[in-house]
């Protein structure tokens, strides 16, 4: 079979590298990952099926080996060099096959970190691999890969900065479309086409697209209202390349804005301005969220804010592209930032149930600041 890997085996030999070094350090004999980002960082392979149960071992000393259903077996070989990949059938218990081979790797005694964080370490499925595995001494190591996923090497950024690309082609393509008359569906159809025909693999959450009182609620997305003349038009998108991702967030006024808009946008703006200027190596992530939350709050706008300035963005499957869980630019968040953490800020500001308006950007931290992957016209657009 033709391989397609996305990054050369170099690196994803330095990231097992890296993860086995702090295995020795926590005195760890060996590490289950299960979730599909996990699983994907650390050896390449992918599945469109992403939620179903797949694990992967890695032991201190020998090779990493993967336990997936046979139909994703073949994907092993298309995307990923691991050698040792062990499928199961439908009708087996994929838990029993992977306690199988954990005892088969002579680590039935041994110390173990699980992602527990995981989705699909659910509670049902921890309790089931302990009775399989009753004499593993179990600890929770999820925080061990994010460690290794916060900081993205010169191949990731690459990857990003392409998405990005494609991602400005979308936002384009949606903003073009929005006039009166016109569905969120149409508009969202018309991202997704651009996006699509620009090399965009399928997305982690599609285009977000909604309009008037709608975009006033958090969280809404095309649901065929058709837009109307004085709607606000939230559009939040993101190209996606080799799995990694550039989300763009912009708002669009259909006629003159009337002055509560033209506000929210140009607090939003500022915000957005201030938490750039001040992301450097050295600072901690509460102090970026700081440099935005104050725009609002000196605005007396706080209430129609209240949310943290941007999270942690990188690699991404289904059903979202957000790695908050990380790192967020948040106001309790203490986390130093390093060069190659990359992050999505979306400040938005709403009238709730009457409208929105949103600007973002996706940035990496460098050496000496910060570099704007996302190359697009940070202004409220009437249309």
Same mark, same amino acid.
């Given at each position: 079979?033709?391989?397609?890997?996305?990054?050369?085996?170099?690196?994803?030999?330095?990231?097992?590298?890296?993860?086995?070094?702090?295995?020795?350090?926590?005195?760890?004999? =060996?590490?289950?990952?299960?979730?599909?980002?996990?699983?994907?960082?650390?050896?390449?392979?992918?599945?469109?099926?992403?939620?179903?149960?797949?694990?992967?071992?890695?032991? !201190?000393?020998?090779?990493?080996?993967?336990? @997936?259903?046979?139909?994703?077996?073949?994907?092993?070989?298309?995307? $990923?060099?691991?050698?040792?990949?062990?499928?199961?059938?439908?009708?087996?218990?994929?838990?029993?096959?992977?306690?199988?081979?954990?005892?088969? !790797?002579?680590? *039935?005694?041994?110390?173990?970190?699980?992602?527990?964080? =995981?989705?699909?370490?659910?509670?049902?499925?921890?309790?089931?691999?302990?009775?399989?595995?009753?004499?593993?001494? =179990?600890?929770?190591?999820? +925080?061990?890969?994010?460690?290794?996923?916060?900081?993205?090497?010169?191949?990731?950024?690459? +990857?990003?900065?392409?998405?990005?690309?494609?991602?400005?082609?979308?936002?384009? *393509?949606?903003?073009?479309?929005?006039?009166?008359?016109?569905?969120?569906?149409?508009?969202?159809?018309?991202?997704?086409?651009?996006?699509?025909?620009?090399?965009?693999?399928?997305?982690?959450?599609?285009?977000? @697209?909604?309009?008037?009182?709608?975009?006033?609620?958090?969280?809404?997305?095309?649901?065929?209202?058709?837009?109307?003349?004085?709607?606000?038009?939230?559009?939040?998108?993101?190209?996606?390349?080799?799995?990694?991702?550039?989300?763009?967030?912009?708002?669009?006024?259909?006629?003159?804005?009337?002055?509560?808009?033209? +506000?929210? *946008?140009?607090?939003?703006?500022?915000?957005?301005? !201030?938490?750039?200027?001040?992301?450097?190596?050295?600072?901690?992530?509460?102090?970026?969220?700081?440099?935005?939350?104050?725009?609002?709050?000196?605005?007396?706008?706080?209430?129609?804010?209240? +949310? !943290?300035?941007?999270? $942690?963005?990188?690699?991404?499957?289904?059903?979202?592209?957000?790695?908050?869980?990380?790192?967020?630019?948040?106001?309790?968040?203490?986390?130093?930032?390093?060069?190659?953490?990359?992050?999505?800020?979306?400040?938005?500001?709403?009238?709730?149930?009457?409208?929105?308006?949103?600007?973002?950007?996706?940035? =990496?931290?460098?050496?000496?600041?910060?570099?704007?992957?996302?190359?697009?016209?940070?202004?409220?657009?009437?249309?």
């Amino acid at each position: 079979m033709h391989k397609t890997p996305v990054f050369p085996r170099a690196e994803f030999s330095e990231r097992l590298d890296r993860l086995r070094a702090q295995m020795n350090a926590h005195g760890l004999e =060996a590490f289950l990952a299960v979730s599909p980002e996990s699983i994907f960082y650390l050896t390449g392979y992918q599945t469109l099926a992403a939620r179903t149960y797949g694990a992967m071992l890695i032991s !201190r000393d020998g090779p990493p080996v993967l336990v @997936v259903r046979f139909l994703e077996s073949f994907l092993t070989s298309l995307y $990923s060099e691991v050698a040792d990949v062990v499928s199961f059938d439908d009708h087996e218990d994929p838990l029993e096959v992977t306690a199988k081979e954990v005892s088969r !790797r002579g680590l *039935a005694r041994s110390r173990i970190a699980f992602e527990d964080g =995981a989705s699909r370490m659910t509670a049902a499925t921890r309790r089931r691999l302990g009775v399989l595995l009753p004499q593993v001494d =179990a600890s929770d190591g999820t +925080k061990m890969i994010d460690q290794l996923r916060r900081v993205k090497s010169r191949l990731e950024l690459e +990857k990003m900065r392409e998405a990005a690309r494609m991602t400005a082609i979308g936002m384009r *393509a949606a903003i073009g479309a929005c006039r009166p008359g016109v569905s969120e569906n149409d508009v969202a159809a018309a991202a997704m086409d651009a996006l699509v025909r620009a090399g965009s693999e399928y997305f982690p959450a599609d285009p977000i @697209v909604t309009s008037g009182f709608r975009a006033g609620i958090p969280h809404t997305t095309f649901e065929r209202r058709r837009l109307e003349p004085g709607d606000t038009v939230l559009l939040e998108m993101t190209g996606v390349y080799g799995r990694y991702i550039g989300p763009l967030m912009r708002a669009v006024s259909l006629g003159e804005p009337d002055r509560k808009v033209r +506000k929210m *946008a140009d607090l939003c703006v500022e915000g957005l301005n !201030r938490a750039i200027a001040a992301i450097r190596p050295g600072v901690t992530a509460a102090h970026v969220d700081d440099a935005c939350r104050r725009v609002m709050e000196d605005a007396g706008m706080y209430e129609s804010f209240r +949310k !943290r300035t941007g999270y $942690s963005v990188g690699l991404a499957f289904p059903p979202n592209w957000n790695e908050g869980h990380i790192i967020s630019l948040g106001r309790d968040d203490s986390t130093v930032l390093e060069p190659g953490m990359v992050f999505h800020m979306p400040p938005a500001l709403r009238d709730y149930g009457v409208s929105c308006v949103g600007f973002s950007e996706t940035v =990496a931290v460098t050496a000496t600041g910060c570099d704007v992957l996302t190359a697009f016209p940070r202004e409220l657009v009437v249309a």
